[in-house]
């Protein structure tokens, strides 16, 4: 297994549900509220109807868990925590078709993170066919039935999880299905993200609507604001983000080009050239058009971070 897989099998092992009131707003004075019924499951699959055809009624996901699942046959396993051992087990001995039916029968039992790894594994190809229409519906069904999960605890951040891929959905759609672009329910999704469950790629997703005025209006204050929160958790998309708004200031924003620079010395940290080579171009041209002194303030501002980080993990 990979070091990804290993994470979530040990997750697997401590999850239990929890629940908690809805007693707080983010920082905007917003009110959090439940997001609105995500669009269920009981609607044709891809390619079997019509494209033009007329919007159905939003349908909360049957109990047993994605209909498209429901004909796959189940292991005679007796609980959700034997799948999971023997999922762990299939998928080290290299049966994927063994660990995939595992998967499904703890998820169709509720197991949070078994649902969440097979949405991941739908939306990535992993181990299965590529299908985002079966992966949104996973994680329709852990926002829809675990959206007051405590915040900071394993439960939360994978529900956190879930909502930020919805409001990806949302945000493109799904050709052939009737999950269609949406900008405000993108929104919905990534704010509840954000701004509840405190999760940094939902807030650096939010500060990209508002910054281009999708879903909500166009706000660079409000964009900066969350592209911050989710920088200073060490999102290096977010950072490179917010250390370019602050070398170029304007519409709100103070122009402070050593701390952008910081910003994007930090973002450059750790990246894979492969899937955020964007970062690095950025962070190069940044650091070419700057002065001698903005660079060499920058960097001692990195130097200190990263001697304030190391001070934190004794």
Same mark, same amino acid.
């Given at each position: 297994?990979?070091?990804?897989?290993?994470?979530?099998?040990?997750?697997?092992?401590?999850?239990?549900?929890?629940?908690?009131?809805?007693?707080?707003?983010?920082?905007?004075?917003?009110?959090?509220?439940?997001?609105?019924?995500?669009?269920?499951?009981?609607?044709?699959?891809?390619?079997?109807?019509?494209?033009?055809?007329?919007?159905?009624?939003?349908?909360?996901? !049957?109990?047993?868990?994605?209909? !498209?699942?429901?004909?796959?046959?189940?292991?005679?396993?007796?609980?959700?925590?034997?799948?999971?051992?023997?999922?762990?087990?299939?998928?080290?001995?290299?049966?994927?078709?063994?660990?995939?039916?595992?998967?499904?029968?703890? !998820?169709?039992?509720?197991?949070?993170?078994?649902?969440?790894?097979?949405?991941?594994?739908?939306?990535?190809?992993?181990?299965?066919?590529?299908?985002?229409?079966?992966?949104?519906?996973?994680?329709?069904?852990?926002?829809?039935?675990?959206?007051?999960?405590?915040?900071?605890?394993?439960?939360?951040?994978?529900?956190?999880?879930?909502?930020?891929?919805?409001?990806?959905?949302?945000?493109?759609?799904?050709?052939?299905?009737?999950?269609?672009?949406?900008?405000?329910?993108?929104?919905?999704?990534?704010?509840?993200?954000?701004?509840?469950?405190?999760?940094?790629?939902?807030?650096?997703?939010?500060?990209?609507?508002?910054?281009?005025?999708?879903?909500?209006?166009?706000?660079?204050?409000?964009?900066?604001?969350?592209?911050?929160?989710?920088?200073?958790?060490?999102?290096?998309?977010?950072?490179?983000?917010?250390?370019?708004?602050?070398?170029? %200031?304007?519409?709100?924003?103070?122009?402070?080009?050593?701390?952008?620079?910081?910003?994007?010395?930090?973002?450059?940290? %750790?990246?894979?050239?492969?899937?955020?080579?964007?970062?690095?171009?950025?962070?190069?041209?940044?650091?070419?058009?700057?002065?001698?002194?903005?660079?060499?303030?920058?960097?001692?501002?990195?130097?200190?971070?990263?001697?304030?980080?190391?001070?934190?993990?004794?």
């Amino acid at each position: 297994m990979r070091t990804s897989d290993l994470t979530i099998a040990a997750l697997f092992l401590v999850l239990g549900s929890q629940s908690t009131a809805w007693a707080q707003g983010d920082a905007s004075g917003r009110a959090l509220v439940p997001p609105r019924p995500i669009p269920g499951i009981a609607l044709p699959e891809p390619e079997s109807g019509p494209e033009d055809a007329v919007d159905v009624p939003a349908i909360a996901p !049957a109990p047993s868990g994605p209909a !498209a699942h429901t004909a796959l046959p189940m292991a005679p396993f007796s609980s959700a925590r034997d799948a999971i051992r023997a999922w762990m087990r299939d998928s080290t001995a290299g049966n994927q078709a063994g660990a995939v039916r595992a998967l499904e029968y703890a !998820a169709a039992q509720g197991h949070l993170t078994a649902q969440f790894k097979l949405g991941r594994m739908y939306a990535g190809g992993e181990g299965v066919p590529a299908n985002d229409l079966k992966a949104f519906e996973y994680f329709s069904k852990i926002a829809d039935e675990n959206a007051d999960a405590i915040p900071g605890t394993a439960d939360g951040r994978i529900v956190g999880g879930a909502f930020v891929a919805l409001g990806g959905y949302f945000t493109d759609g799904i050709k052939g299905s009737y999950v269609r672009p949406n900008a405000d329910r993108a929104f919905d999704m990534y704010h509840y993200a954000a701004s509840y469950f405190g999760d940094p790629e939902g807030q650096y997703n939010l500060g990209r609507l508002y910054m281009n005025g999708q879903g909500t209006r166009r706000d660079a204050r409000q964009a900066a604001r969350w592209m911050k929160l989710a920088a200073e958790k060490g999102y290096a998309p977010a950072r490179a983000v917010f250390g370019e708004m602050l070398l170029r %200031g304007g519409e709100g924003v103070p122009r402070q080009p050593v701390i952008g620079l910081m910003w994007l010395a930090l973002a450059r940290e %750790g990246v894979d050239p492969s899937r955020e080579g964007w970062i690095i171009e950025r962070h190069d041209a940044a650091f070419a058009a700057a002065s001698t002194g903005d660079r060499t303030a920058a960097l001692a501002l990195v130097e200190r971070q990263q001697v304030a980080g190391a001070r934190s993990l004794r």
